[in-house]
């Protein structure tokens, strides 16, 4: 911890950090990693570029400059600290569409010294609830757009700030200073974001991220794999939600004095139409978008695009390769995880080896273990471990001992290294659906549709999918005499989930397949959706 201590005057982040005994070790062994004590990651990805040069672009044409940004930034930590009350330490739900004033909200968030939780516009109120209830949210600043959902979650002392409308307690339309706001003196390992997870057993597992982690993934991914300019334009599908949407689009890029354009609307058919007009050079998207563009890309020019990075789930050779065919870039993969903010395996240009993840990005180190901890020899399957500058510490979660282990942050997936260094994946390790990009815990499905009151027991489990990966294929056994009306139970799931955790088939049986001690023979059910 840092000797001056921490600026946060709330500090229920740093008092449920991890024991440090369960932290990973962690690594700075670049000289561009050794930070200050004191660091406001806000401020230094603000500070640099020209005012005229563009930040933010919109499809409709509009820019912000780093200027304008910076202006409207400071004008919300303003209204943070001043008329909403929020102190440093405070945490602070981010909720909307993915546009530059989200992006706005979060960087004032943190130049005031609070701690930004950003969330899916997408998710549910019931996911709202745990995800505050967790991370003990009393602030929200809201897109206009997206805030029936939080205020239907009816989460007890949240003060839900809403941006975008026309009232007068909006928050664009509230009197601010119109001066700088100094940023808080933070400290460089003060929280700056908790990233929420689901994990195996379906409860959201917050991730804590300190202010000189949003700087190291930039400083270690970005600066030696992407390699980016102050001219490129960046964009892509993943929301900024998702720790990979705000690295790629919004860290990345501030960090290089570049520019992103920030889509609302960012699937295959609005992305490309998106490169061509505004002219994208740097794109992030999973790979399923890759492979439903491969059938759009007559007529459209994307000479402008040179760097394309795929993750979210694994990229197959066979992607890789008809992309290249097609457009002569290669592909970018890579593998990050939420508890690691970003990637940390990757490989760019001609170290790329399509079917292979890559090599540890620098920075960062990797290694395959056996269930006991010790390395497996090269060429064998075993549990991917890293470790790096940036680390696993969960909040308050038992289950920080389940992802760290002899100071190694285990990742879940199985992976062989090959005999030259290059890292393959081979599956997930657990029971985790990865759907289009999409991390889906099978038994957070299953609880929504056991709250269906027809619903006696279910199960929910991954099929192989070319387009999408896997699906998520449930199976449910109902009460005696009920309507097996799959349509309905899926709109149930609906009201209770992101539209992207609904299952996409649900099977209707009399039975769950079992052992003979009762337990559920998950196995089973994944043969049988492999072969429908």
């Known amino acids: 911890m ?33 930070y200050p004590e004191r660091l406001n990651c806000a401020e230094e990805l603000l500070t640099g570029p020209p005012d005229g040069r563009p930040a933010f672009r919109t499809p409709s044409g ?64 019931h996911e709202l609830t745990t995800m505050c209830e967790i991370a ?19 989460i007890p002392g949240l003060r839900v700030t809403t941006y975008g409308g026309d009232a007068p307690d909006d928050l664009l339309n509230r009197p601010a200073p119109d ?38 993934i930039a400083d270690t991914f970005a600066r030696h794999v992407l390699r980016p300019g102050a001219d490129d334009v960046f964009a892509g599908s993943p929301p900024l939600g998702f720790t990979f949407g705000l690295g790629g689009l919004v860290v990345f890029p501030l960090r290089a004095g570049a520019s992103a354009l920030l ?15 505004h002219r994208v050079s740097v794109l992030f998207t999973a790979p399923t978008a890759y492979r439903a563009m491969l059938d759009e890309l007559d007529g459209y020019d994307i000479s402008a695009l040179r760097r394309c990075v795929s993750a979210g789930e694994n990229l197959p050779a066979a992607t890789w390769r008809a992309w290249h065919e097609r457009t002569g870039l290669r592909i970018i993969n890579g593998i990050g995880a939420t508890e690691l903010l970003h ?19 620098p920075g960062w180190h990797a290694r395959v273990q056996g269930e006991n901890g010790e390395p497996v020899s090269d060429g064998e399957p075993g549990l991917l471990a890293v470790r790096g500058p940036v680390g696993c510490r969960y909040l308050a979660d038992p289950r920080q001992r389940d992802y760290v282990h002899g100071g190694w942050n285990i990742t879940g997936d199985t992976y062989v290294r090959e005999p030259d260094g290059y890292f393959r994946y081979v599956a997930r390790a657990d029971d985790m659906i990865i759907s289009a990009g999409y991390n889906i815990a099978g038994p ?20 192989a999918d070319e387009a999408r990966g896997q699906v998520v294929v449930a199976y449910a ?53 492999d072969q429908r």
């Open 2 to 34: 840092n000797p001056r201590g921490t600026a946060h005057v709330d500090t229920f982040a740093r008092d449920h950090l991890p024991p440090p005994d369960q932290w990973p070790e962690l690594r700075f062994d670049l000289p561009e990693l050794h």
């Open 62 to 125: 509009g820019t912000w400059t780093y200027g304008e940004l910076r202006t409207r930034v400071d004008r919300i930590a303003h209204l943070l600290t001043g008329d909403l009350g929020v102190v440093p330490g405070n945490r602070v739900l981010l909720r909307g569409p993915t546009t530059p004033w989200l992006a706005a909200c979060w960087l004032a968030v943190l130049k005031a010294g609070a701690v930004a939780v950003t969330v899916l516009a997408q998710q549910r109120p």
């Open 136 to 154: 003990q949210v009393r602030h929200a600043l809201c897109d206009i757009r997206s805030v029936d959902d939080l205020a239907k979650a009816e």
């Open 179 to 216: 001066t700088p706001y100094p940023a808080v003196d933070t400290a460089a390992d003060d929280v700056a974001l908790i990233a929420f997870t689901s994990g195996t057993t379906g409860r959201p597992k917050g991730c804590m991220h300190f202010h000189r982690d949003v700087l190291a």
């Open 263 to 277: 889509l609302e609307h960012a699937g295959p058919k609005q992305l490309l139409p998106a490169v061509v007009e």
């Open 343 to 361: 990637i940390f395996i990757s490989a760019a240009d001609e170290r790329i080896r399509p079917g292979t993840t890559g090599l540890p990005v």
């Open 444 to 463: 957070e499905v299953e609880d929504a549709l056991l709250r269906h009151p027809d619903v006696v027991e279910t199960a929910v489990v991954g099929r």
């Open 477 to 529: 056994v109902l009460k005696d005499g009920a309507e097996r009306d799959a349509g309905a139970l899926r709109a149930f799931v609906r009201e209770e989930l992101a539209p992207y955790k609904c299952p996409r088939e649900i099977v209707f049986l009399d039975a769950l397949p079992r052992t003979a001690t009762g337990k559920l023979q998950r196995f089973r059910l994944r043969a049988e959706g």
